[in-house]
């Protein structure tokens, strides 16, 4: 349906010529020769724009913006002025009207301030819808599990969330670290401020220092512009540092730096950045036995895991599994346009006996393919399309270790991508690097 605006002005002429022209442009008009009269039409229907005269009798333009504002809120507000009246229509625009046309206009200037306003209404509304569903997705209640393990980490997050302090995350790949630390940003003071999270793996060590702190132009070859870093673009809200432990040595001195003077320098530059921002850092390796060995630097560990928070893996919490299947389920049903019944007995068995190697990633993509092919209103075994045989399988079969079942998917899924390693490693959520070393591991 076309946009529907109300002209308002004491001028029967004026609201003719207007009406016509909008009405040409594409748009739905509803005329209003009085301020009254206009208050009225509020009552009856609604409006995307309201175009109204600033100066009329009884009723003026600021009493039609303020009814406009408290039943029609998302309404825009143009109003039409004439040139000795301008000081009371910005006034007019500090209480909430979008935009003035001061008299005498041309028509095509009204079609250009009209569109504006519903383009604004436009990204306001979609700016609203997309807030709602990250707070929705990233919510506390978005966080899914009623195992033991799952609440304790649920109690943890909640005493954190509106904390300074700065977080660290240890779990396996695919345990929901990054979901985690979203939640830490999206239920915290910063929550309107950048979220910006890195994976330190996935970026090379010779680009990761200036990726981080940006540098000025000409501060090494190839440096033709002044960069900003990640740490400025996050500052004010949330950075998360994902695999910080695969972070060269040399790099971790300025990451320790940065962290007590509260404060970057960018390569080449010569004033420092103010920092103020929260630090949440992620790691699927023991930092402790890394410490011991010398690659992780110990004091920048303990200024990390001020408050560490360890999630579990899928087989520390398979009572989980039906919750969470059911939950990656109806949200490919809806993406999908499919209606589904649940999973066949023999499916869900598969689920909970399966090591999941890959974690809730590998959860929600096994359940995303199946509903994807499945033919009928149950998800069956042949849907999983697994390629681990249950049925008449030997004991040893259906317990493979953990390396074995991790290797065999990585295979798959190498298999999958045709041996395209960087396809594989974003289908796993690991780097390159990190692929490579779990799958030449004996």
Known sequence: MSARILVVDNDPQMVTLLERHLETEGWGVTAATSGSSALAALGREEFAVILTDLVMEEVDGLAVLREAQRIQPGARVLLMTAFGSLETAIEAMRQ?????????????????????????????????????????????????????????????????????????????????????????????????????PVNCASIPDTLLESELFGHERGAFTGADRKREGLFAHANGGTLVLDEVADMPLALQAKLLRAIQDKAIRPIGGSEEIRLDLRLITATNRNLPALVAEGTFREDLYYRLAVIPIRLPSLRERSEDIPLLAGHFLDRAAEALGKRFEGFSEEAMAWLLQHRWPGNVRELENVVERAATLARGPLITLADLRIEFTLLGASETALRPTLAELERQYIRRVLEETQGDKRAAAKILGVSVRTLQRRFKEP
């Open 96 to 196: 909430g009207a979008y935009d003035y046309l001061t008299k005498p206009f041309k028509l095509a200037e009204v079609t250009l301030a009209v569109r504006g306003a519903l383009d604004d209404q436009r990204l306001r509304e979609e700016n609203r819808r997309l807030r709602a569903e990250v707070e929705r997705r990233y919510g506390f209640d978005n966080l899914l599990g009623r195992s033991k393990a799952m609440r304790a980490v649920f109690e943890q997050i909640r005493a954190v969330a509106e904390s300074e302090a700065s977080v660290l995350l240890l779990g396996e790949s695919g345990s929901g670290k990054e979901l985690v630390a979203r939640a830490l940003h999206w239920n915290s003071p910063r929550r309107e401020r950048a979220f910006v």
